[in-house]
Structure formats: C-alpha cells, structure tokens
C-alpha cells in the first residue's frame, strides 16, 4: 500500500512564473490536506479538500494560490506569479476519515514533500 | 496568541538522558492531541496520539493536563536516533485540521 505521494520533490521556478504541485493520498483516503512549512518554522494549514471539494481554504493566501482534488487524479495546488516568499516545503496529507471521525490510528499520513525554490 | 506553542530549544542532551517537551494550547474546546517527529527535511511521522489522560509508547511517555491546558512529551533513556524536530498538534471538535507547533529541537549527544 503505497502511501503519501507528492511530486515533484523539488521545483525551481523564476519569480513570476507558476508552479503546480501534486499530491496523491493513500488509497482508500478521500481527504486530502495542504500544509506549508517555510525555513526555520513549524507547518501551516493551508487548505483541506475532498474529491471535488474545498471544504476548508481558511489558510490559503487569498490571492494567487488555489487547490483543486478532481475525481479522477492527483489533488493539485497551484501557485501563479511565483515570489521568492514562496519558497518553502508543501506537505500534503490524506486521511480516511475526517478528523472529528478519527480513531487512534494516525489522524494524518504525510507524504515526502515539495521543496520549492523560487530565483 | 498562538494557538499551539511550544517550547523554543533547541535541547541538547546526552545519550541517556531524560528530557521532556511541553506543548500549550489556548482553545479549550480542543479534544484530540498528538506529537509528530519530523527529520530534518523530511515529513512528519507520527509519533504519538495522546487522548483523555496520556499514554505510553516504550521510553516515551505522553500526558495531557485539560486544566493547565498543555501536554507533555517525555523521552526516556535518549538514543543518538532520537534527534529530530518535535511538533505538538492539536485539533478540536469541530477542527477540520490539525493546528501544530512551531517545533522542539532535539539533539542527543554521544
């Protein structure tokens, strides 16, 4: 059962440019999480999707950032018009259930990562 | 105020040694509680859940205090392997996320 899986590991993207990150969860899981975590500092919430919808984007800049979980594929979060301030890792994280269901088991599995460096 | 804060560090410690971490959070709605490790560079893996009244793992113990609003994580007997980035994590009822720490360092030295 293969878990978490992000891609790319790394991006390097020129400042205006737009970088796209995937994420696909565990099988089985239908809820996915966007978490960022910038040098130095713990992670953020960014946004928490299941197929087809945004349930909750309360941490997502309200400009130039956007997420998407299509029913068929990868959850997406896209970042536009690149700025260095965006360099940071992006963790996604999928879950069987949603956390006010959860059992003892890890509430969270994380993938790996995007480390994405922004010239 | 943050909603889940940690203690600073960075904690340097010999092999061997008992240390302990204290996370606190101000929403008193929250419910559930867990400490994740993270790698330098890597993502975090869940250590502990910690409910009602803590729990134990081997050398590592979690408690929670709902009246003092903070949970604590204690390693016992340290190993070189220790040595990572302890994150507290918190979600209440009606979370639909995690809220997490800034993060611990620990470095446990031969």
């Known amino acids: 059962n293969a878990g978490v899986m992000q891609n790319p590991r790394h991006l390097v993207r020129r400042r205006g440019q737009e970088a796209r990150l995937r994420c696909s969860p565990m099988k089985g899981h239908s809820h996915v999480y966007w978490y960022r975590q910038l040098p130095e500092e713990g992670l953020k919430f960014m946004v928490y999707l299941q197929k087809e919808n945004i349930i909750d984007e309360s941490g997502m800049p309200k400009e130039r950032f956007s997420a998407e979980f299509p029913k068929e594929g990868p959850s997406i979060l896209r970042i536009q018009q690149v700025v260095r301030g965006d360099s940071a890792a992006y963790f996604c994280?999928?879950?069987?259930?949603?956390?006010?269901?959860?059992?003892?088991?890890?509430?969270?599995?994380f993938g790996n990562g995007t480390r994405l460096t922004v010239t | 105020r943050k909603e889940v804060e940690q203690d600073p560090g960075p904690f340097n410690v010999p092999e061997g040694a008992t240390v302990a971490f204290n996370c606190t959070y101000s929403?008193?709605?929250?419910?559930?509680f867990f400490w994740y490790r993270q790698d330098c560079r890597k993502e975090p893996k869940l250590l502990m859940s910690v409910y009602s009244s803590g729990n134990e793992d081997g050398r590592f113990t979690a408690q929670l205090n709902r009246a003092s609003q903070y949970i604590s994580l204690l390693i016992r007997d340290s190993k070189l392997s220790d040595s990572a980035t302890y994150l507290c994590?918190?979600?209440?009822?009606?979370?639909?996320?995690?809220?997490f720490g800034s993060g611990t360092q620990l470095t446990v030295l031969p």
């Open positions: 994280a999928s879950s069987p259930r949603r956390l006010q269901d959860r059992g003892t088991d890890s509430p969270l599995h």
């Open positions: 994590a918190g979600a209440s009822g009606s979370a639909r996320q995690l809220t």
């Open positions: 929403n008193s709605a929250s419910q559930s």
